[in-house]
């Protein structure tokens, strides 16, 4: 099949390569031309594992194409897919400007029927909007399609192929079969595909996410009161996971959850609410706690300093929102960061992958930036972790106190045990246990 994707982001470009390592072939769009002169040039402009591979692949047999030319995408192809952003408006609702004037510009240059797919997270009801849009451009007929996205970053291609499910949200049996034909190949050993009405699609995306991020949020609650009853936040959890009504996925506490989709879409579900007159009272304690969680364990760090933040050095390993992934939107460590700089500290950061991004957004004033975690610790008063990569789990201990002047860690994944860190000679601060004093 011929298909379009436009925006090549996260999404679009996971979606657009694997369909066509698949075999379809697929014209990629996008609006950023430094982007799209990168992956003319074989050059992957986002980090996700296995994602390299597959462009090359697929570029150099002819099936995937990279332009700026929405005309050239509309003229070669029936089925559209949008995976353009929709980030967080100012009011905490979901920015539909780029989604909707690329669906203009689509409407204007359609010469017969097509096909749009809307992969980007979108309001209930957005659907119409688009369907409204085309009309306003043009007489050809077109069917809109919910086809929400359910990768996460760190793991996108691996989702994209092995979904847990493929939502299709559309009326018509014809178009069903028609999306269902591109996601066969990815279903061969049992079909997880759900067909609903696009209204319902639209919503099953943001259910999924605010209660995920719900459950986040409620484990960070959990640990709270653990460190103020001096119970163990990482026993509880083992506890309450064991029950398979609640399941043991997404249960960790930690620095609070972050990202583009979370934070963004949380905000939309209760905008949604708003507007339909309904306070989603869950949606919005998760977001709360969220955004407390954040400060109190920046704050943590601040206290331990506070006499003197501004004769103070800290490293910070982890700066991406999570582990595997360039991704700093939104991330709990950029935020942490900013107060540290604002109360006067200096900073020495290390991540694998996200070092580019964070510079973008944090500068270079009171901030370096490693290429070796080890480096990032020399002569700092404490280390602060923020993202969980593989190689932050078991480090060289023995030589990570040589380098820090202070041997205080800050952990905010949980990442080591207590009373090991105890032995090391660690002062060991973590989320919902108790702190280890150094002795
Ligand atoms: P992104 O910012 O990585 O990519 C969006 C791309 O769209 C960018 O390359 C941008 O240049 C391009 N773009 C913007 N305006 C355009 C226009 N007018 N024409 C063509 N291209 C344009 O975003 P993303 O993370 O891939 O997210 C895309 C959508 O998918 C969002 O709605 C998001 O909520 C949703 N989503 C994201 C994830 C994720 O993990 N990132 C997962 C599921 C769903």
Partial sequence: MRVSVVGTGYVGLVAGCCFSDVGNHVICVDVDERKIAMLKNGEVPIYEPGLAEIVHRNAKAGRLEFTTDLEYAVAH????FLAVGTPQADDGSADLSALLGVVERIGALMDGYRIIVTKSTVPVGTHRKIAQVV???TDHPVDVVSNPEFMKEGAAVDDFTKPDRVVIGTTNPAVVEIVKQLYAP???KRERIYVMDPASAELTKYAANALLATKVSFMNEIANLCERYGADVELVRAGVGSDARIGDAFLFPGVGY?????PKDVSALICMGREADYTPLISVAAHETNQKQRRLFAERVLSVYAPDPAATTLAVWGLAFKSRTDDVREAPALTAIEMFMRSGMTIRAHDPEAMDNARSQLGDARITYHDD?????????GLVIFTDWQEFRTPDFELMKSRLSRP???DGRNLYDPSFMKKQGFEYHSVGRPTIRAV
């Fill in 77 to 80: 192809s029936v089925v559209i």
């Fill in 135 to 137: 009309a306003s451009k």
């Fill in 186 to 188: 990815f279903m061969r």
């Fill in 258 to 262: 972050g990202g583009s989709c979370f």
């Fill in 373 to 381: 975690g080890y480096d990032a610790l020399k002569g700092a008063d």
């Fill in 408 to 410: 205080v860690v800050f």
